[in-house]
Every structure is written in C-alpha cells, then in structure tokens.
C-alpha cells in the first residue's frame, strides 16, 4: 500500500477501538457508580502501556519543537476531557454533546488555511455528510432536562480544544516528529492532570467494588489504543479528512456493537446518521484514494520522460 494511503489502515483500527470503547465506556458508572473522575485517572494511567509499545519502535525525539506540539496536544486532549466532566455536571447532555461533535470541522478549517489542505468537490459532499451525522449522532445519545450555568462555554472550550488537538497531531508530523513522541506527550500531559481530577472528584474511593476500576481499565485501555491509532493515522493523512471521518465511524459501530450486545435498536436519528456516515465517509477515502492514485501517475509519467533518451 501507498504511504500515503496507508492513513487507512490505521483509522480503521482506530473506529474499530473506539467504537467497542463507546459501546462500553459508561458500564463502570451504570452499574457501579464510578466516578468520572476516577475513570478519567484510570484512562491517564492506561495511556502509559500504548505509549511504552510504540516508544519501542521509535525513539524518543528531544528536539524543543517536539516537545511544544507534543504538550499542545496532549493538553488539549485531556483538559478537554477534564472540562467536560465539569459540563456534564453543570448543563444536558444531549445540548453538549451536539456541539462537542463539531470540533473536526475546526480541524478542517485549520488545516486548510494552515497546512495548506485541497478538498476535492466529492470530498466536500463528503464531509458535509459526516458532519450532519456527528451532530444527529450527538442529538440521539441523551435526554437530559437543561439548566442554567457555564456548560455552553465550557462546551465551546470543549470542541476548539479537541479540533485543535486534532490540528496540532497532524502539525507535528509535518516537522517530522515521530508518532511515539507525540502518543508520549500525550501520556505524559494526561498523567500531569490526573490529581486535578482526583481533587475535583473527592479522592479515591475506597468503598467502590473491584469491579468497577477492573472494568475501567478494560474500557480505557481500548481509548488510549485508539488514541495512539489516531495518532498514527494524522501523521500519515490529511487532518481535514481523517479527523471527521474517524469520528463519524467511531459512533456508528458503537451503536452495531451495543445493537448486537444490549439488544437495543437506534433511534431514527441514529440510523440516518449511520448512513450519512458511511456514505460521507466513503465518499472522503474514495476521494483521497483518486488523488493518490493522479499522483502516483504523475509521478511514474515523469519518471518515464526523464528516462526516456532524447532522439537525435
């Protein structure tokens, strides 16, 4: 397969992991009352077995550019994650989540006016598509009743800082930092805000049965796997394509995995997100994989001439 196609395999394994995360993430707090909190120390400390593998593979870049993209990312990824515990606790779910799935539309208007990114027409439409199912995805996952406070900023925060993450990843393989560094620095960051955490959430608490941190682990070892996919995946494709394509499938096979598992059916939204998803997504991958396919051309076309001796 063609590097630069290659963004493929490596976003598939991501939905693949973050799809089964989803449809499992909130077990721990149904059935055991776990704090978020707690779940969030337990996915900082799960970061360090992904990090640890792939730093086996790459070494670890010292340069100070590696360590300025490796801290933005990794901060806008877990302070993300820390606000929005603070969000859920203060507004409605399905008012917050709606606006959270917009952030890989920052991604694509950063990395088109930033890095210089072209969509094609078919990708265009494409994104358009994956776009509307993140934001029916969102409106179909919850039904709380609204209350006043600061969740529409924290909201707000929310989406910039994970569009922005998304942006920074695929910035700091353009400068050459290696994806082990940059996972690294994301564990690193996420490990830093863990007593946050554990202050906002009252501590550790002792009286939670075993089950509930085992099958937190469980659940968020899949997230950090998954991040480190999308790590891997940013470094290798456009941000404008990978970005909204992975979270679009991501929520689509969380809804077949929790179909399959629970046996519950999707709401009308959830299923006209589904096919927006899957058509939006197709349409991304069979655009990039057209343009792969002109340059590989071009390049093999301009190969020839130079080999091609001159008639005398």
């Excluded at 554990?198 to 659940?219: E, H, K, R, S």
């Excluded at 590989?296 to 076309?301: F, G, T």
């Amino acid at each position: 397969m063609r590097k630069t196609q290659s963004w493929i395999v490596y976003a598939s394994l991501l939905i693949l992991f973050w799809g089964v995360w989803g449809a499992f993430s909130a077990s721990p707090t149904t059935l055991y009352g776990y704090p978020n909190e707690m779940v969030y120390v337990i996915w900082s400390l799960t970061m360090i077995i992904p990090a640890a593998f792939a730093l086996r593979r790459q070494k670890f870049d010292r340069r100070p550019m590696a360590a300025v993209y490796g801290v933005l990312v990794g901060l806008t990824g877990a302070g993300g994650q820390l606000l929005l515990f603070e969000a859920l606790s203060r507004g409605p779910a399905y008012l917050i989540f709606p606006i959270i799935s917009i952030s890989p539309a920052i991604t694509v208007v950063m990395a088109i006016v930033f890095l210089r990114e072209r969509l094609t027409k078919i990708a265009v439409l494409g994104l358009v598509a994956v776009l509307a199912a993140l934001v029916l995805f969102s409106i179909s996952s919850g039904d709380d009743d609204a209350s006043a406070g600061t969740w529409l900023l924290l909201s707000i925060l929310i989406c910039v800082a994970w569009g922005v993450q998304a942006f920074f990843m695929r910035k700091a393989a353009t400068i050459g930092v290696n994806d082990a560094t940059t996972f690294a620095w994301m564990a690193i960051t996420g490990l830093l805000l863990a007593p946050v955490a554990l202050v906002a959430g009252g501590g550790i608490p002792l009286d939670a049965p075993w089950q509930a941190p085992a099958l937190t682990a469980a659940t968020q070892l899949l997230n950090a796997v998954g991040a480190l996919f999308l790590v891997m995946a940013l470094s290798r494709g456009k941000a404008s394509i990978v970005s909204p394509v992975t979270n679009a499938l991501a929520p689509a096979l969380t809804i077949v995995v929790s179909l399959a598992v629970y046996q519950t059916l999707p709401s009308t939204y959830g299923l006209i997100a589904i096919v927006l998803a899957l058509v939006g997504s197709t349409l991304m991958v069979y655009s990039d994989e057209r343009r792969g396919e002109a340059l590989s051309e071009a390049v093999l076309a301009d190969d020839a001439e130079r080999r091609t001796p001159l008639s005398t």
